[in-house]
């Protein structure tokens, strides 16, 4: 996933996740961390992802045993999010009535078609607000990097 998928980026101008945000706390402090470490916590996905940074954490000689715990204590937070997210869609693809099962889907074409409208004014001469650039952005990593990002998490897993 890259970062314009991840709404959870402080550079996106999220609040970061719990282990990133545990590891720049940590650093801040003055403990180095091996770069290996460094570079799957920037770029980790799902839960298979963090289960590799948690086997490094472990594995890392550098880190103080009460960092390390830390750090794992906060990587079980993001696991644990992840995991809510694959249950929710679990639960919605369970259902027997339409709209829970089609509601991201909907959501999906719903956001892509207003897209496509401001897309269409603006070439036709009527540009979008620059108070509406922000939110429609918003909307574009949340709608469509939660989609495709969860959905291909279910998918791997087998759920969808």
């Known amino acids: 996933m890259n970062s314009v998928e991840n709404k959870n980026k402080i550079k996106n101008g999220g609040d970061g996740t719990f282990i990133g945000n545990a590891l720049r706390w ?14 799957v916590a920037g770029s980790v996905t799902g839960i298979e992802g963090l289960n590799k940074l948690g086997d490094l954490i472990r594995g890392d000689k550098t880190i103080p045993q009460s960092d390390k715990e830390t750090l794992l204590r906060e990587l079980d937070k993001d696991i644990s999010a992840e995991k809510q997210i694959t249950k929710r869609w679990e639960s919605d693809n369970k259902q027997s009535h339409w709209l829970p099962r089609l509601i991201r889907p909907l959501t999906l074409a719903n956001f892509v078609i207003l897209v496509d409208i401001v897309v269409l004014s603006s070439i036709w001469g009527e540009s979008i607000d620059e108070a509406f650039i922000p939110l429609v952005l918003t909307m574009g990593v949340t709608v469509i990097g939660g989609y495709f990002t969860v959905r291909e998490i279910g998918k791997s897993k087998g759920n969808y």
């Open 26 to 39: 940590i650093m801040s402090n003055g403990v180095a961390i091996a770069p290996d470490i460094l570079n």
